[in-house]
């Protein structure tokens, strides 16, 4: 396996000085332009990259990143660490690091009552942040930059984020089902102050205005999720005129609407077209599986650890990024 190309492999190569290839690559002393592009040159032909660990060791930097999952303070009780939605975005986080020398370190939900205590980060993300999150506060506090995946609505000066189209992913799936024949569809949100929940309710809310439709919300608790949502959809169904579809906010509410159908006897989807707002594996495996908006948490990871370490490097980031989703078409809406 060949070595890592050094500094003094660049300098070598350049013709010039350590000290000039390091001035060049961090704009520092007097480089002349041409002499800096040649070492940027001569940088991507070899391949090198600056050693993030004796960087931080100038600057005082830990080299560790921090990410907050939207945890509740029972651990044990919180269903938010079985969703794969989150597994997937932190085992991408933590490959985006690591591919910096970065370490990711998850912290534990009780750091906003605890502080840090002395753990090392150089900064955060937080990930599906309340209206002025104090998660996002504690960071910022201690002069540490965050990026937040999902917008922090108390923030709305914040660009320092990553989104779904919220919006426009609400439309898509309202008006797909609205394709399938659906005329009374129901919104299953949760009881929750999170900027995407928010988002989807008011592009709900609007499409139901704009297509003069019944406008057929009820709410769930987060914990437990399942639960909550079975018993929110029998009601629903229970109704005097019920939905024949129901667009499912949350994966954690998946399973429970699809036992809340069976119960009643409405066959899906047949009497009842099921659609969620986030691909899980509770919808992959669903029976029927339920179609769904895969949201790339991989993408939403790495664009955030990408944004939050051009913050801590003062260089130049897209800020806010937004990823598009993807309608993962399923059997639920009769789609295959």
Do not use: C
Not at 65 to 76: G, T
Not at 176 to 191: C, D, E, F, N, Y
Not at 248 to 260: E, P, Q, S, T
């Amino acid at each position: 396996m060949a070595a890592r190309p050094t500094i003094r492999d660049v300098a070598k190569a350049a013709g010039v000085s350590v000290t000039t290839v390091s001035h060049a690559l961090n704009d520092k002393g007097r480089v002349d332009p041409a002499t800096r592009a040649l070492v940027v040159q001569v940088v991507r032909q070899l391949g090198y990259r600056a050693n993030r660990h004796a960087r931080g060791l100038r600057s005082g930097r830990s080299g560790a990143l921090a990410l907050l999952l939207p945890v509740q303070a029972d651990v044990r009780a919180d269903e938010a660490l079985s969703l794969d939605f989150y597994m997937r975005l932190a085992s991408a986080a933590a490959t985006a690091a690591f591919s910096q020398e970065q370490a990711l370190m998850l912290l534990p939900p009780r750091i906003v009552q605890t502080g840090l205590r002395g753990l090392g980060v150089d900064g955060g993300i937080v990930v599906d942040p309340s209206p002025l999150d104090p998660r996002v506060s504690l960071l910022t506090e201690l002069g540490l930059p965050v990026v937040t995946i999902e917008r922090d609505l108390g923030r709305p000066d914040d660009r320092w984020y990553v989104a779904s189209e919220t919006d426009a992913n609400t439309r898509q799936v309202l008006d797909h089902l609205a394709a399938q024949g659906a005329r009374r569809i129901a919104l299953l949100v949760p009881k929750t102050d999170w900027g995407w929940a928010s988002e989807t309710l008011n592009a709900y809310d609007s499409w139901v205005r704009e297509h003069d439709a019944p406008r057929l919300i009820v709410s769930a608790a987060m914990q437990p999720g399942e639960e909550s949502a079975f018993l929110a959809t029998q009601r629903l169904l229970d109704g005097r005129r019920p939905p024949d579809a129901v667009f499912v906010a949350a994966a954690r509410f998946v399973r429970g609407v699809l036992r809340a159908a069976k119960a009643n006897g409405r066959r899906v989807p047949e009497e009842l077209l099921i659609a969620a707002g986030v691909d899980s594996i509770q919808a992959r495996e669903g029976d029927p599986p339920v179609t769904a908006l895969d949201l790339h948490p991989e993408r939403q990871a790495e664009a955030a650890v990408e944004m939050l370490l051009a913050r801590l490097d003062d260089g130049q980031v897209e800020a806010p990024r937004h990823i598009p989703a993807t309608l993962r078409l399923r059997a639920s809406t009769g789609a295959v």
